[in-house]
Every structure is written in structure tokens, then in C-alpha cells.
Nanobody, 125 residues
Framework: QVQLVESGGGLVQAGGSLRLSCATS????????MAWFRQAPGKEREFVAA????????SYADSVKGRFTISRDNLANRLYLSLNNLEAEDTAVYYC??????????????????WGQGTQVTVSS
């Protein structure tokens, strides 16, 4: 069983950058599709980005494409999200998630059965 712990959130000005990290425990990390989701106050959890188990394929929400980059290090059992050119609308709690479904990069959170506790990202305008 993989356990997920996010870090790297904080307060940043609009136009700034952050790098989120998701540390995982368990030997099965390399076999999971991994993703980042976010949830702003009063809104539903939304897909941000996903990466295949082999790190060969990625998928992004249109709202973050070109600004955010998802990556993973299977040897270090870590998932990353680089956030650049941040906007006030990016303010949310960011969650990493894991799915045992490895052939498709899903944006529906129902396909992910493992979740971290979240890390807060606040962008001031």
C-alpha cells in the first residue's frame, strides 16, 4: 500500500513559482499512475495534471497547461508539481493521488484510490 505526503505549499505573489512534492512510502510507487488535484474553498476538487507510471506520458488541465509541470522520480518514490506564473485563481489545497489503473491518464478523481492530506497554495494578487 502506498502512502502519500505532500509538501512545498505556501504563500506566493502572482507571477511567482512553487514546487510541490509528494513523498510516497511503499514499494509499489512505480506501478501507479500519479496525479495532482486541487480544491478551492466552496468548489469541487478539480484535476490539475497526471503522469503515467513510466513517466513517459503526461496530461494537464487546460487552465494550467504551459505553466505547471508534473514529474516523478521512481527511484526516490517522489512526485513533483512545478507551478510557474501563478495566478490568484490557482489558490487551493493541492492533493497528490495514486491510481492502480496504468493504461489511461484519468482526470476523474473517482479513479484514484489513494490520496495525501493536501498542501495549501495561496497566491496573492
Amino acid at each position: 500500500q502506498v502512502q502519500l505526503v505532500e509538501s512545498g505549499g505556501g504563500l506566493v505573489q502572482a507571477g511567482g513559482s512553487l514546487r510541490l512534492s509528494c513523498a510516497t512510502s511503499g514499494r509499489a510507487f512505480s506501478g501507479y499512475t500519479m496525479a495532482w488535484f486541487r480544491q478551492a474553498p466552496g468548489k469541487e476538487r478539480e484535476f490539475v495534471a497526471a503522469i503515467a507510471s513510466s513517466a513517459g506520458r503526461t496530461s494537464y488541465a487546460d487552465s494550467v497547461k504551459g505553466r505547471f509541470t508534473i514529474s516523478r522520480d521512481n527511484l526516490a518514490n517522489r512526485l513533483y508539481l512545478s507551478l510557474n506564473n501563478l495566478e490568484a485563481e490557482d489558490t487551493a489545497v493541492y492533493y497528490c493521488a495514486a491510481s492502480p489503473i496504468t493504461n489511461v491518464l484519468r482526470s476523474n478523481p473517482a479513479y484514484y484510490n489513494l490520496w495525501g492530506q493536501g498542501t495549501q497554495v495561496t497566491v496573492s494578487s
